[in-house]
T-cell receptor
C-alpha cells in the first residue's frame, strides 16, 4: 500500500539549532500536511501545502511542497524545548469523497540539554 | 485545542471484551475519521463517515465497527478484544472546505489497554 517515508527517524539537537526533515512518497499528492504530536496527545496540524513548489511558513516553521509532488520538507529554525515531539507528514487521498490520510513514519525530535 | 473531543481518555479491559469509544467532531464538521496508532504500525486509517454515512474503509478489522449519529457524534465499537488491539485511537473531523483541501483535525485520543 501507499507509504510515506520520513527521514531522519530521530534527531538529537541542542536548543537553538535549526532542524530539517523530509518526507517522500512513491506516488503524487495534491496536498501535503505536517503534524506534530506530543506524547499521549493527538496530532496537531502545523502547516498545509497545496501547490507544487509552494513554500509556506508558520512562525519558526517553514515547509515546502516538492516540485515532483512526491516529497515535502519541513524546517524548524532556532529550536526551543517545546519543539520536542514527533513530526509527521501526511497526504490525503481525495477520491470520490474519500479523504483518508496516509501518514509518514515520523521524525522524533529530542533536544539535548 | 482542536475542538474535537474523545471519551474516555483511557480504557483498560480484558481480552474478549467489547468497548465503545466516543467522538464529538468540531462544531459544524460533517466528516469523522477514525485512526489507530500502535508502536509497530504507526497511524493507520480505519474508517470515515460523512453526515451519517460510511464513506471509506481502511484496514479495519471485522471485529471493529463504527457509526455516526444524527447529531454527528461517532462511536467506534471494538469487540472480542485481543492483546494486539492495545493502541491509541484517534478521531479526526473536517468541514466541507477542509475536506476539499484534505485537512483533518484530531482529538486527544483514547488509549486502550487490553490485558
Amino acid at each position: 500500500g501507499q507509504q510515506l517515508n520520513q527521514s531522519p527517524q530521530s534527531m538529537f539537537i541542542q536548543e537553538g539549532e535549526d532542524v530539517s526533515m523530509n518526507c517522500t512518497s512513491s506516488s503524487i499528492f495534491n496536498t501535503w500536511l505536517w503534524y506534530k504530536q506530543d506524547p499521549g496527545e493527538g496530532p496537531v496540524l502545523l502547516i498545509a501545502l497545496y501547490k507544487a513548489g509552494e513554500l509556506t511558513s508558520n512562525g519558526r516553521l517553514t515547509a515546502q511542497f516538492g516540485i515532483t509532488r512526491k516529497d515535502s520538507f519541513l524546517n524548524i529554525s532556532a529550536s526551543i524545548p517545546s519543539d520536542v515531539g514527533i513530526y509527521f507528514c501526511a497526504g490525503p487521498r481525495t477520491n470520490f469523497g474519500n479523504e483518508k490520510l496516509t501518514f509518514g513514519t515520523g521524525t522524533r525530535l529530542t533536544i539535548i540539554p | 485545542d482542536s475542538g474535537v473531543t474523545q471519551t474516555p481518555k483511557h480504557l483498560i479491559t480484558a481480552t474478549g471484551q467489547r468497548v465503545t469509544l466516543r467522538c464529538s467532531p468540531r462544531s459544524g464538521d460533517l466528516s469523522v475519521y477514525w485512526y489507530q496508532q500502535s508502536l509497530d504500525q504507526g497511524l493507520q486509517f480505519l474508517i470515515q463517515y460523512y453526515n451519517g454515512e460510511e464513506r471509506a474503509k481502511g484496514n479495519i478489522l471485522e471485529r471493529f465497527s463504527a457509526q455516526q449519529f444524527p447529531d454527528l457524534h461517532s462511536e467506534l465499537n471494538l469487540s472480542s478484544l485481543e492483546l494486539g488491539d492495545s493502541a491509541l485511537y484517534f478521531c479526526a473531523s473536517s468541514s466541507v472546505r477542509d475536506r476539499a483541501l484534505g485537512e483533518q483535525f484530531f482529538g486527544p485520543g483514547t488509549r486502550l489497554t487490553v490485558l
